[in-house]
């Protein structure tokens, strides 16, 4: 393989900076005296926009993914008793899911949810 | 804000608000990468929706030995190649093309670097969505795919080629 094959191998990743810094220091030291290989980091600079721009402009999922996932992860809420403020508090909850009612309690400390016990058997009750 | 190790840690605890997070960050990166290999709206849905599914359930499994993004993106490659299996037996054709034709003379090189991409083989348009819009190194990307580093690098390097000669 030349030299040069090799550095182009690396210009996707010298790029994105995914290379060790070894990896690195070899591609800049080449490109400042190869014309090839400094058109092919151009070209390549082109095609990372190109195809981001591509990815991007593809429509992404539809609203009905985030249900169906929320609907077999969480279950339908059937009911919650929240008790304190934002900074400190309390809730108990129930939902409904396919073969269960789990229900469960958790600590609201500082606007964070820390889950204290849940009936819910994971992976069981989807 | 949480880093997605924390997040995972926290969704290993059955924290649903973790969860919600962790889908904000990753269902819409975990789609367009299903697409990427299946060409279909409706299968990269369901490989999300499966995958974000799994992740929620096997989330004590995640060992901290690379990135919570490797390790999800390897989830949904698995799920992707098992529909892609299922796919080929039943034989159900791709249902929309990744970008609809746009006459605005702008997005004239997009139009073909689009059609190009659509060129490639499974293997090679991956790499190139893993490193061009996940931004992996390609030892993240080799494990993802379970293949030599050198491998990806060669790969990415035809593909490359291949792209490049639509941007002439």
């Given at each position: 393989m030349s030299r040069c094959t090799e550095i182009q191998e690396l210009i996707p990743w010298y790029i994105e900076g995914g290379l060790s810094r070894e990896e690195e220091r070899a591609v800049a030291e080449h490109l400042s005296g190869c014309d090839r290989c400094r058109d092919d980091l151009v070209t390549t600079m082109q095609l990372r926009l190109a195809v981001r721009a591509v990815v991007e402009k593809a429509p992404g999922p539809s609203g009905r993914l985030r249900d169906r996932v929320a609907r077999r992860v969480l279950g339908r809420r059937l009911a919650r008793l929240d008790v304190g403020s934002f900074y400190l508090g309390f809730s108990l909850g129930a939902s409904l899911r396919r073969r269960s009612i789990p229900i469960h309690g958790d600590l609201n400390l500082m606007g964070r949810r820390i889950r204290l016990f849940s009936t819910a058997r994971r992976g069981g009750d989807e | 804000m949480a880093s997605d190790r924390e997040l995972i840690t926290d969704v290993a605890n059955g924290d649903e608000m973790a969860f919600r997070q962790l889908y904000d960050r990753f269902a819409d990166r975990v789609y367009r990468y299903a697409y990427t290999i299946l060409r279909g709206k409706h299968l990269a849905e369901e490989v999300a929706q499966e995958t974000m599914i799994a992740v929620w359930k096997?989330?004590?499994?995640?060992?901290?030995?690379?990135?919570v993004s490797t390790w999800i993106f390897g989830i949904a490659r698995n799920q992707a190649y098992s529909l892609v299996r299922k796919e080929i037996r039943t034989e159900r054709v791709p249902d929309v093309a990744l970008v609809e034709p746009d006459p605005?003379?702008?997005?004239h090189r997009q139009e073909k670097v689009s059609r190009a991409l659509e060129g490639l083989s499974q293997d090679h348009r991956e790499v190139v969505f893993l490193t061009f819009y996940e931004g992996l190194s390609y030892g993240e990307i080799a494990s993802i795919l379970d293949i030599p580093a050198g491998t990806v690098k060669s790969r990415m390097f035809h593909a490359k080629k291949r792209l490049a000669e639509a941007l002439v």
């Amino acid at each position: 393989m030349s030299r040069c094959t090799e550095i182009q191998e690396l210009i996707p990743w010298y790029i994105e900076g995914g290379l060790s810094r070894e990896e690195e220091r070899a591609v800049a030291e080449h490109l400042s005296g190869c014309d090839r290989c400094r058109d092919d980091l151009v070209t390549t600079m082109q095609l990372r926009l190109a195809v981001r721009a591509v990815v991007e402009k593809a429509p992404g999922p539809s609203g009905r993914l985030r249900d169906r996932v929320a609907r077999r992860v969480l279950g339908r809420r059937l009911a919650r008793l929240d008790v304190g403020s934002f900074y400190l508090g309390f809730s108990l909850g129930a939902s409904l899911r396919r073969r269960s009612i789990p229900i469960h309690g958790d600590l609201n400390l500082m606007g964070r949810r820390i889950r204290l016990f849940s009936t819910a058997r994971r992976g069981g009750d989807e | 804000m949480a880093s997605d190790r924390e997040l995972i840690t926290d969704v290993a605890n059955g924290d649903e608000m973790a969860f919600r997070q962790l889908y904000d960050r990753f269902a819409d990166r975990v789609y367009r990468y299903a697409y990427t290999i299946l060409r279909g709206k409706h299968l990269a849905e369901e490989v999300a929706q499966e995958t974000m599914i799994a992740v929620w359930k096997g989330a004590s499994k995640y060992a901290g030995r690379s990135k919570v993004s490797t390790w999800i993106f390897g989830i949904a490659r698995n799920q992707a190649y098992s529909l892609v299996r299922k796919e080929i037996r039943t034989e159900r054709v791709p249902d929309v093309a990744l970008v609809e034709p746009d006459p605005a003379p702008g997005i004239h090189r997009q139009e073909k670097v689009s059609r190009a991409l659509e060129g490639l083989s499974q293997d090679h348009r991956e790499v190139v969505f893993l490193t061009f819009y996940e931004g992996l190194s390609y030892g993240e990307i080799a494990s993802i795919l379970d293949i030599p580093a050198g491998t990806v690098k060669s790969r990415m390097f035809h593909a490359k080629k291949r792209l490049a000669e639509a941007l002439v």
